[in-house]
């Protein structure tokens, strides 16, 4: 599975911005789509997280009650809703699959180009 991230850009602080990442086939229910985000000069770094079969979601702290991750099952492609952004959000997103219930890293297998999210103040 190839997974296409999409809907990054530039964007004002508070604002707002959707991404996508889409899977070429199908999603296997097993699995956990997951966002990451790698900032200049910093390790790459969890955001979020949504389990395929039941639509359980986890955040980090840093963006809880701010991005919302959501999948579209027909259309194999995973959400990343991001409101009320801020300077320090601004970075290379990514996103990524597991078969395992897990934010590490390390855990994912798959992972598709990244898309950047810049955040102006």
């Known amino acids: 599975v190839q997974l296409q991230a999409s809907g990054g850009g530039l964007v004002q602080a508070g604002g707002s911005l959707r991404l996508s990442c889409a899977a070429s086939?199908?999603?296997?229910?097993?699995?956990?789509m997951g966002w990451f985000r790698q900032a200049p000069g910093k390790e790459r770094e969890f955001v979020a997280f949504?389990?395929?079969?039941?639509?359980?979601?986890r955040y980090d702290d840093s963006v809880k009650g701010r991005f919302t991750i959501s999948k579209d099952s027909a259309k194999n492609t995973v959400h990343l809703q991001m409101n009320s952004l801020k300077p320090e959000d601004t970075a290379v997103y990514y996103c990524?699959?597991?078969?395992?219930?897990?934010?590490?890293?390390?855990?994912?297998?798959?992972w598709g180009q990244g898309t950047l999210v810049t955040v102006s103040s």
């Open positions: 990524a699959r597991t078969s395992q219930y897990s934010t590490a890293i390390g855990d994912y297998r798959f």
């Open positions: 086939g199908r999603i296997l229910s097993s699995s956990i």
């Open positions: 949504i389990r395929w079969s039941t639509g359980a979601t």
